[in-house]
């Protein structure tokens, strides 16, 4: 593994010094019943961890701007009710229904609350453990003629405390917090996908719904024109390739309709899962985009962007769950010290293993004891090595979330360009076609042009309107995938909410 840095934080015996631990050790340990050898085979065992070396390199640079964006268009925030900004009541109640209902979400809420749990298990580690006992116990024995018996008994309040000289309770407490942070962050990441996920698929229902409708449009036109074309072939001004042609234009606009209501079917039901509510029934009012508003959204700084993506808070806070595990990995090579206090009532009042006191009385028992393993086959070191490499994986898990941040940011800005630059070229075709149907109903009004080209003028109108159909919906998908690049409006100081 010679490939991989040294990725171990700051060993306590490198902080300390040999020094500090004999001196720090040796006062706790002033009882004249412990051997003097053990004092040291233990204070030789905990010299065994090796000082580490500075932690791997987590930052990654960041450009000062986005690709073909300048300084002075990078001043606006994504706010949170950037959805609002749609303009669509009906779409603010999907989402706050989302909000509600959404399964996946709850299911992260849980997570929350079950890390908060977790949290609150490890901070009673650093606290003193404090347990109530009773106890009754008979013994008798007979030696030769001779027999006795005699009846213990005793009310006791027991205390313990181990005293976290090397961190690894505070380790261990620090772990579990920033565990509590990614659970939120998860959560706010997952919520963001889930509320662009409703946007989007509410979007596509109306697109597809429109699209439907103007397809309906077409089949009609391409009806009349084969109606057109029949009476022309009746009257011998027809041929029958003519008529073959109408025909397969009819099965054509035919075929359309029934792939885009299957379409929307799906989207529909997507939409009624996402929101939390049965498919059965659900149904939206909207029957196109024509009452949606489509906002303006621009790109905050690169700088400000690893504050507003909850992924990137993610990937930090599980790599400052992996630095807390690997401290305290660190702290498990030395010794441990805890300190027993126990009192209350019993009988015999004293009950040591020379001195016995009868009669009942009140009793106190204090001690101390410092524990250091000196055999486990490698496992603790084994534990820290692996809590070292966990450490180095997160934190390129880390500079890859926040590059891939960027990369989201630079490609949702670039579709957005390249669809806005469309717009020109587009106007341009609907204002030529709009010309072309406006030209063949005069010729026809004023008796110069016949029924089918104007059919055939109508035809290539509503097909221009389901073109600008599918234009205008990209155009709000891209809104989307930019907002849901830069965050949602989300910030990282919402993580320090007390609600899950």
């Not at 050790?25 to 000082?51: D, E, F, V």
């Not at 303009?87 to 908060?116: F, K």
């Not at 401290?327 to 027993?340: D, H, I, K, Q």
Request: aromatic share 4%; hydrophobic share 45%; charged share 20%.
């Amino acid at each position: 593994m010679s490939d991989i840095p040294d990725a171990r934080p700051t060993n306590p015996a490198a902080e300390h010094g040999p020094t500090a631990i004999k001196t720090r050790c040796m006062g706790q340990m002033n009882q004249p019943t412990l051997p003097s050898i053990s004092a040291a085979l233990l204070l030789a065992a905990s010299l065994t961890a090796q000082a580490g070396t500075s932690e791997p390199e987590t930052t990654v640079s960041v450009p000062p701007n986005y690709t073909g964006m300048s300084v002075d268009t990078a001043t606006s925030v994504v706010n949170r009710s950037w959805s609002e900004q749609f303009r669509s009541e009906e779409l603010n109640t999907l989402l706050r229904e989302c909000d509600r209902g959404n399964l996946d979400l709850n299911a992260a809420t849980l997570r929350v609350r079950e890390a908060l749990a977790r949290g609150q298990a490890a901070r009673s580690v650093l606290w003193p453990h404090l347990d109530g006992s009773a106890n009754v116990a008979q013994y008798a024995g007979r030696s030769g003629s001779n027999s006795a018996r005699e009846t213990d008994s005793g009310l006791l309040l027991n205390a313990s405390y181990e005293i976290d000289f090397w961190g690894r309770n505070r380790a261990a407490l620090q772990a579990s917090d920033a565990l509590i942070t990614l659970s939120r962050a998860d959560r706010a990441a997952l919520a963001l996908t889930t509320r662009s996920a409703v946007i989007s698929a509410y979007f596509n229902v109306l697109a597809l719904r429109e699209r439907i409708a103007l397809a309906q449009v077409d089949l009609r036109s391409a009806e009349q024109a084969l109606g057109a074309v029949l009476a022309r072939q009746t009257a011998g001004t027809a041929n029958v390739t003519e008529v073959a042609l109408e025909r397969s234009s009819v099965a054509t606009a035919r075929l359309v309709i029934p792939d885009l209501q299957e379409q929307a079917a799906s989207a529909l039901v997507a939409l009624a899962v996402l929101v939390g509510r049965d498919p059965e029934g659900f149904d939206i009012q909207a029957q196109d985009l024509s009452g949606v508003a489509e906002p303006e959204i621009a790109a905050s700084l690169p700088s400000e962007l690893l504050k507003r993506r909850p992924d990137v808070a993610s990937a930090a806070a599980a790599l400052a769950a992996a630095a807390a595990d690997l401290r305290g990995a660190e702290a498990s090579l030395f010794p441990s010290l805890s300190l027993t206090l126990s009192g209350g009532v019993q009988n015999p009042a004293v009950q040591a293993a020379v001195t016995t006191l009868s009669g009942t009385g009140a009793a106190i028992t204090l001690g101390g004891q410092i524990t250091q393993t000196l055999f486990d086959a490698g496992r603790r070191k084994a534990v820290r090595e692996e809590a070292r490499l966990r450490h180095y994986e997160l934190t390129l898990a880390y500079r890859r979330a926040v590059r891939n941040a960027l990369l989201d940011v630079e490609l949702a800005l670039s579709h957005r360009q390249s669809l806005l630059t469309q717009d020109a070229e587009r106007k341009a075709s609907r204002q030529q076609t709009r010309l072309a149907l406006e030209a063949a109903q005069s010729r026809y009004r004023a008796g110069s042009g016949d029924f089918l080209s104007l059919l055939e003028s109508e035809r290539g109108a509503h097909s221009a309107q389901d073109q600008d159909v599918q234009y205008r919906l990209a155009r709000l998908q891209s809104l989307i995938s930019l907002a849901k690049a830069l965050g949602g409006g989300w910030d990282v100081g919402a993580l320090s909410d007390r609600e899950p």
